[in-house]
């Protein structure tokens, strides 16, 4: 099993920025995938981005490309969303994921999910 711990929420004015970790602990092996989704409030959960073990391929949503940038440090087990140019609709529960093999844009292609990390965003 992978846990996943989640952490640097906040808020933040619209125009500033955030970075967020997350830890992982346990079978970190399961988790050569990494990555983000954010919920709306009353919406499903969403596709944020996702990177591979060693960073070679890195895949985001449209929503946030070229504001956030995901990267991870193995020797630490963790993963980073740096978060830029935040807009009030970024205002969500962040969570991290992680999964074995697949790199996908899926919710239920994820095996292990942090408990969330609030990120709102004023305007």
């Known amino acids: 099993q992978v846990q996943l711990v989640e952490s640097g929420g906040g808020l933040v004015q619209a125009g500033g920025s955030l970075r967020l970790s997350c830890a992982a602990s346990?079978?970190?092996?399961?988790?050569?995938?990494m990555g983000w989704f954010r919920q709306p409030p009353g919406k499903e959960r969403e596709f944020v981005g996702a990177?591979?073990?060693?960073?070679?391929?890195?895949i985001y949503a449209d929503s946030v490309k070229g504001r956030f940038t995901i990267s991870r440090d193995n020797t630490k087990n963790t993963v980073y969303l740096q978060m830029n140019s935040l807009k009030p609709e970024d205002t969500d529960v962040y969570y991290c994921?992680?999964?074995?093999?697949?790199?996908?844009?899926?919710?239920?292609?994820?095996?292990?999910w942090g408990q969330g990390t609030q990120v709102t965003v004023s305007s």
């Open positions: 346990g079978r970190t092996f399961n988790s050569s995938i």
């Open positions: 994921v992680a999964d074995r093999t697949y790199l996908g844009r899926l919710a239920n292609e994820y095996d292990y």
């Open positions: 990177i591979t073990w060693g960073g070679g391929r890195i």
